[in-house]
């Protein structure tokens, strides 16, 4: 919280009225968050942000290459080597983090294990980050548009460089080429990929960088490779950086960059603008020039405040400062993925291919499904179905691309990461939910085609076993293949689909699907009460710990988690669940044991909705609502480790937002909220009149005592409600839900 | 002369009637040569060699990467890594031989290590090299223009591919990009430089390549990084070659490559053709296209052929053949370098400068003439004015661009390898053969800039102390800065500047070079008759031995060379050096010691015009054809190892023209040749008619045993001729010189 307080009383210059300034960009940027402090437009393509997670020695905690890290930047770190980009928020796997500016002073140093610097004066706010480089008095300010970054570096007297670095970076893929145009501009090509270590597609990033005056001094940079034998003993730049001065030509390579100096008066500001593009060099020059037509730091900032004030405003509420600064900063995280990926023009790269194609709406880009369908889609349904609209237009034009929805798709890469058929739960939900401006044929078919084709079925690899035996069997699973994971994301997958069909009209799709979502009753074990591994001959897996993969460590069958952590991961029939689980007693006992014995992770999707499930047992929605009070407090909070671990761009905040609101979708296909306390006074939602009333959602905690979660009520209109659920049309209309 | 005839005999398709029929460009590709037998067009920008340097453990003798190796083809070696389409002959460090076509079959594989392949059945001659590729059983065809490579590869029924390798080279330099334009073309540039492991300059070379078939299957590879520590257990190519299938967007690295795969017939050839630039890619294509329109592989080889045969044609000789191909494959070596730079639109990379000049007349690059201006370009003078034409205008344009004359240029680099200040005696002394079609002002101006400038003087980094003292002292001299050496090169350029002052009417400057030319008797030292080290006190450098630096051990005073070596560098006044060493029996003796204790060095530049000092004295001329006769007989055959050594840039090879000629000039800046007995029974010169009479010179050996030299007189237009000399005039004027 300092360091939000010393943001807000040290930037004055930004409009501060709308909601983007209860914003702290420093939450989640510890404990494994992966969120980062840098400058952020919302939905956007590029951003700035500080990286700290290269050498360092102590200074850095965590560095890139001891660990898995997908983090650009790291609270605890302290030992600065530039500012990226490109930047991912709340990713498990490390990619992107390049395009690093540096300012230093002195003496040229090309080395970033020497010319990187602790920093101190951090603050961070909606489309600004600042610091002081502690090793040459510069004062480091970022901001940034949809495309484009823009830094201001305030050096002091005398000799002064801006360093831009294509070697460095958090991916793991390398090679980048660049060429000098002018003592003002540099334009050229990194290399990305290789994401979660194993992804084959690779695609560059284009990007043209400005600066706001001609360098004195410029030139390119490459690492060497290390020589051996003879040659190492004559080469002169055997595996150290050789400098190229005033090299204008082409220059690739794994591991290059480029300087420009300048004789800079004290407290003079150098600004270097930077856009990128993932179609080419040329669109990236349109992309700075439609963005940035000149040097305006204070209008860039402005008008990131503004975009963010324009979304977060959607939302009202009432309470107590610090809360809401952990409700719109958990909006802001989830405002930042899917983001855009076509150039001003256009233009985007294709999905799967190698062409470009060309879109008039937005093309969105980075869907981490698995994570994301389960509440950030609904949540962006319900609060900005304008933005889901085109995400789903843009999931449905991959398929018409490459024949596949997305899975985990990345800059128009199908990365393959986790498991399950993650599309049509999202797809589904949003139609079912009112938004239908898009090619739903196109959607359908492409569902089906995952839903049905046995072999060679990129979104389900097991889908022949799936379709032969109604599970897919432990047999022949791989350490992180997960067959009961992956059997219950195709229930739901399946489940989802039946509800569309059903929309649809498509009567006998709807009973085969809905047959087939109920398949999960294969899996379900009586005498341990779990969902079990089971083999191609249908016995269980034995021997047989439902503790393991608790740490991670792989679990036959469970994959991110172990069989607790999935034993009522079956969001669209938890009355069935709670049958099958000989009653709600029953249910209730094991739910509370849940959550008594560790077995709940409140950091991974497949429970994240077991707090809720308390509402289908009949007088225990209150323990609903203490139980997410009491996560809320132990998980969440104002500080960098406020986040339960990796926001999974941006599904741990969907979380949030939905726990504060006191409101949470109980599965996709499903319309039913579970209502529970909510963390304000009052909430008020503007619905998109486009899509929903275009009235307001009134929401409000009456509560004397809101530690006493036991007597509460709720109504609706001013009428009692008993279930402690709501359907989303009915919220969608507009109203006002009174807890009391 | 096996693998001559073998060629002679298989290849039929070529015109054979010229003199280029008598080439084996087999000589010089072992016993360090580093020539090399692939297609080579006359002073050609590309050319196309087979490229065996790389892996392949006991199969190569030498490994590029295990010892200071400045080939890119050794005959001892027998596993081909695939076929370079920039390549050096006969330079003394690694660069350049990049951009590596392999054809390969079944399984693909990206590795060059196994991917590598034994062969048989080579041939070769101007413009041609074939061979088979044992693992594959491909056959591989090279012919080659002025800037660009075509390949035939003749495959197998089955799966056949064509690799691209830019991360493999010859080069020290590292780092390409690629994108893959369609199915049938590839463009992308490679980087260049570090020459002899320390020059800072580096050059991209563009390029496009076009397949004469479209591929089934393409992509692109990358060799990804060893990565340590967590990463290297996850990543799933570590340091390991990484495919990208299908890639057509940019891609750039340390270490990548593309494939072409085909279905082929049996006996079904794909053609490669490859154009490059120094300038851009665009140029690159527009090489290609102006140059090889569509495929035709006979007619580019034929075209090679009838540019060879223009130029050897012009000496015709009558001898043995095996004389014959030891005659023409020396001119062949010596039209390699200096070779043009500049694209068919006349654009070519400025001369140490980032930026594109453009030039109506052919623009030279490669001039490495510390080797080259004693000899190579006075061949030049005398056979092909018009070449030596536009190199003298490329270097004199070089001045103009950099400041400086060259020294050892490369590609536009000024690579500062060796000592003095060669390009004076090339340009003092071409002109004063009668070449004077060039800007001579502005080229004395650079002459008198470097001959002037006290510091910071690119050529003459010595020149404040040689200026003060009249020698460059042994004080601070590094390892390879040879005082004594690099003030008889001085001495040199001095003489021949004073010699163009004359010719220009300088009167004064004239006057000052002659006295500053000889300054040499300063290093003479009457105790040990050497030209010894001194230092900047006047002292002599003690102890001395003159011995050292024979086996190429640092020796101070001298480079590449011992004391002996240098005894009688002082070319231009050669009567001065007989009288400082006690007239003609004294010298005599001096000299014939030289050769007799093993202290000639027939393969290194300073000593190799010695053999010709015979002729100084009086009648003692004949021990010049003796020794001529025996040095050509140890040093020179056909065969690989029919090189003395390294050929620097033709140096050797012209030698070896000279010296089967009967004639030698005898100094930079002197008219004279020295006359000895011939090798052939009668040799036609045809004189320029542009630079001299148009008429030409016959030099007939009417010995009946040329192996009595003692008794040889000779007569130029039927007068008896007493001094062994005649000058560059008489001889240009045609006419006949007879050894009878």
Redesign the interface.
């Known amino acids: 919280m300092k360091k939000l307080i010393l943001s807000l009383l040290l930037v004055s210059t930004g409009p501060l009225a709308g909601n983007s300034q209860y914003v702290n960009p420093f939450i989640g940027t510890s404990n494994f968050g992966a969120t980062h402090p840098g400058a952020q437009y919302p939905n956007a393509l590029a951003s700035v942000s500080p990286f700290n997670v290269a050498y360092g020695g102590d200074l850095n905690k965590f560095e890139k290459?001891?660990?898995?890290n997908s983090r650009v930047y790291i609270h605890e770190n302290r030992f600065l080597t530039g500012f990226s980009h490109l930047n991912l928020s709340g990713v498990g796997c490390p990619e992107a983090g390049v395009m690093l500016l540096m300012p230093t002073t002195g003496k040229l140093n090309l080395d970033a294990r020497e010319y990187g610097s602790t920093y101190s004066r951090e603050q961070a706010s909606p489309g600004y980050y600042s610091t002081l480089l502690d090793k040459y008095q510069v004062k480091a300010e970022l901001t940034s548009t949809l495309r484009t970054g823009l830094s201001r570096f305030t050096f002091p007297k005398g000799k002064s460089h801006v360093l831009l670095n294509l070697g460095l970076g958090l991916t793991?893929e390398?090679?980048?080429?660049l060429k000098i145009v002018s003592d003002q501009e540099i334009q050229g090509?990194r290399?990305l990929g290789?994401f979660c270590?194993?992804a084959?597609?690779?695609?560059?990033v284009?990007f043209v960088a400005r600066f706001s005056k001609p360098a004195i001094e410029l030139g390119a940079w490459?690492k060497?490779?290390a020589?051996?034998?003879?040659?190492a003993d004559?080469?002169?730049?055997n595996d150290s950086i050789?400098p190229?001065?005033?090299?204008?030509?082409?220059?690739?390579?794994?591991?290059?960059g480029a300087w420009f100096s300048f004789d800079t008066q004290e407290n003079e500001a150098v600004e270097v603008q930077l856009g990128i593009s993932f179609v080419s060099i040329e669109n990236a020059r349109a992309n700075l020039q439609a963005e940035q037509p000149g040097f305006d730091f204070a209008k860039v900032r402005r008008q990131a405040v503004a975009a963010w004030d324009k979304l977060l405003d959607r939302v009202e509420v009432q309470g107590e400062q610090e809360q809401k600064t952990l409700f719109y900063t958990a909006l802001y995280h989830s405002l930042i993925h899917p983001n855009i990926l076509q150039d001003v023009n256009g233009d985007y790269?294709l999905m799967g291919q190698?062409?470009t194609g060309n879109s008039k709406q937005n093309r969105y880009t980075v869907y981490s499904l698995w994570d994301t369908n389960r509440n950030l889609h609904p949540l962006l349904s319900l609060l900005y179905p304008e933005l889901q609209s085109d995400m789903l237009r843009s999931a449905v034009a991959m398929a018409g691309e490459s024949g596949w929805l997305p899975k985990w798709e990345l800059y128009g890469m199908e990365t393959q990461v986790m498991v399950g058929d993650p599309a049509t739960p999202m797809i589904a939900d949003s139609y079912l939910r009112g938004i239908q401006d898009f090619d739903v044929a196109a959607a359908y078919q492409a569902m089906v085609r995952a839903a049905e084709q046995r072999d060679n079925n990129l979104l389900r690899p097991e889908n022949a076993d799936y379709l032969d035996l109604g599970y897919v069997p432990v047999d022949d699973e791989g350490p992180y293949d997960g067959s009961v994971s992956t059997s219950l994301e195709y229930y739901l997958a399946d489940f989802t689909l039946a509800q569309l069909a059903g929309a649809l009209g498509k009567t006998a799709d709807q009973q085969k699907y809905q047959r087939r979502a109920q398949h999960y009753r294969k899996l379900f074990d009586p005498s341990t009460g779990m969902l079990r591994p089971k083999n191609r001959q249908g016995q269980w897996l034995t021997p047989y710990d439902p503790e393991l993969g608790r740490n991670f460590e792989p679990a036959p069958g469970y994959i991110e988690g172990n069989a607790w952590n999935y034993r009522f991961y079956v969001p669209h029939d938890t009355p069935g669940l709670i049958e099958l689980l000989g009653g709600q007693h029953n249910f209730l006992q094991a739910l509370d044991a849940t959550f008594d014995t560790g077995n709940f992770d409140m950091a991974n999707e497949p429970d994240i909705t077991y707090p809720f499930l308390y509402n289908y047992l009949d007088g225990q929605s209150w323990r609903t609502s203490a139980r997410v009070q009491q996560l809320i407090a132990e998980h969440y909070g104002n500080h960098p480790a406020g986040l339960p671990g990796n926001d999974d761009t941006g599904t741990m905040s969907a979380w949030l937002a939905f726990a504060m609101l006191g409101i949470y979708p109980v599965s996709p296909g499903l319309m039913d909220y579970a209502l529970f306390t909510p963390s304000f006074d009052k909430v008020t939602l503007h619905l998109n009149p486009d899509y929903y009333s275009g009235k307001t959602l009134v929401i409000e905690n009456q509560q004397k005592n809101s530690n006493s979660n036991k007597d509460v009520r709720i109504k609706f209109q001013q009428q009692d409600i008993e279930r402690p659920f709501l359907t989303h049309q009915t919220l969608v209309s507009g109203g006002r839900l009174v807890f009391y």
């Open positions: 290459d001891d660990a898995w793991n390398t090679g980048a080429s090509s290399m290789t270590y194993n084959e597609d690779v695609r560059p284009y490459k060497m490779p020589y051996k034998n003879v040659e004559w080469i002169s730049y050789k190229y001065a005033d090299y204008r030509q082409q220059l690739s390579g794994d591991d290059i790269p190698q062409g």
